[in-house]
Each structure stands twice: as structure tokens, then as C-alpha cells.
């Protein structure tokens, strides 16, 4: 795994999270870094792999079509926020919140490359091998210390979770989304992205 010296503080900005859903994760979120302070402790991913959701048209969404309840309400924000929802009874899921106010987008990041607090994320997952401990929506959030209960609606440009932008251009590979058999004419859409040469990937 490679050492990385860098600013973790170099936040992307309010205006590219309010922009294209497709654009923010293909060219700003791929190869950034999902930063979590958590208990005073410090835990640092590089996005490896995600997928995007569209409220308006795409069955496989939570949102869809334009659904606005209790639980979907977060996505119809300004983006540049978080979307934490609660799997299984036992795992969160993180999403990057995309697009202007209204539009429902959301953008679930599946797996990170751990970079800082490796020794934390291992505490966390009770986990020591590496390939296993953020490779996964629900692996990523109990590693880097993110819950529904504390995180759903969290600023991404604030200092408890933010996201830190990359530092150069990375190749991707596009394919179908996971688990999400029930979405009909949107279950084969190429819209999980994941980085080409990554070990870390929940699916290849």
C-alpha cells in the first residue's frame, strides 16, 4: 500500500457537490480521500469504488420516483451532505448527497483504500487482514466510524467527516450496480465506478 503525504484538509468544494452527480463522482470522488474524525480519532480512505443513484428516474434509488419520506428527505438537500441509511438491522451505508437542493441524487461509496488510522479501522472491524476491512459499504462505515444515528445529514464540508480531494487523475472501469436485482431496466446500468488498478474493490 502506498504512503501518502498530503493536505487531508483540502476540502471539495459546496458548488462541485451541487453540480452533475456523474461528474462529481467519476471526476472528483474517485481517488479523493473520505476523512472521519470520530472520538478524537483520525481515519483516512482513498474512494476506490461507488455508485450513483438518481432520484428522479432511477428505480434502484430510495427516492425514486421524486419519493420524499422520513428516511429520503436528507437527498433532497443542497448536495455536500451526507445520506447515512441502516441496512440489515446492522450496518450503515454512507452517500455523498450530489446536486442542487431538490434534485434527490446521492452517491454510495462502496469501498476505500485505507490510508491513516489503519490500526483504528482494525480495532473497529475486529479485522486485522486489510483487504477486508473498508472494501464494502457497510465495512467502510463501521471503519471509519460512521453511524446512521450520529452522521445522516452531516455537513461533508465540516471537520467531523469531509472528503479531501485527490490528488491526480485516476483510471476507472464502469459497471452494473450491486444487489439491486429488483430495479428492472435500471439493474444493468454501468453506474458503479471503481478504480482500475485498486486492491480494494467489494466486487470486481
Given amino acids: 500500500m502506498n504512503k501518502v503525504r498530503y493536505n487531508f484538509s483540502r476540502y471539495i468544494s459546496k458548488e462541485i457537490y451541487q453540480g452533475d452527480a456523474f461528474e462529481l463522482a467519476q471526476k472528483h470522488l474517485l481517488g479523493a480521500y473520505l476523512c472521519s474524525y470520530v472520538n478524537d480519532?483520525?481515519?483516512?480512505?482513498?474512494?476506490?469504488?461507488?455508485?450513483?443513484?438518481?432520484?428522479?428516474?432511477?428505480?434502484?434509488?430510495?427516492?425514486?420516483?421524486?419519493?420524499r419520506t422520513l428516511r429520503t428527505e436528507i437527498m433532497y438537500h443542497c448536495g455536500g451532505c451526507a445520506y447515512v441509511f441502516f441496512v440489515y438491522g446492522k450496518y450503515s451505508q454512507f452517500n455523498v448527497v450530489a446536486g442542487p437542493q431538490g434534485k434527490a441524487n446521492a452517491i454510495l461509496i462502496r469501498s476505500v483504500e485505507p490510508v491513516i488510522g489503519i490500526d483504528v479501522m482494525r480495532r473497529r472491524r475486529q479485522c486485522d487482514d486489510i483487504k477486508k476491512l473498508t472494501t464494502g459499504p457497510g465495512r467502510l462505515c463501521q471503519a471509519l466510524g460512521i453511524s446512521c444515528k450520529e452522521h445522516n445529514g452531516i455537513d461533508l464540508c465540516g471537520k467531523t467527516i469531509w472528503i479531501s480531494a485527490k490528488e491526480k487523475e485516476y483510471s476507472f472501469i464502469s459497471r452494473p450496480r450491486i444487489g439491486i436485482d429488483y430495479a428492472e431496466e435500471y439493474r444493468d446500468k454501468p453506474w458503479r465506478f471503481y478504480l482500475e488498478d485498486s486492491l480494494f474493490i467489494s466486487k470486481k
Avoid at 41 to 66: F, M, Q
Fill in 41 to 67: 480519532e483520525l481515519t483516512i480512505g482513498r474512494i476506490s469504488e461507488l455508485e450513483v443513484y438518481i432520484g428522479e428516474y432511477d428505480k434502484a434509488c430510495h427516492a425514486w420516483p421524486n419519493k
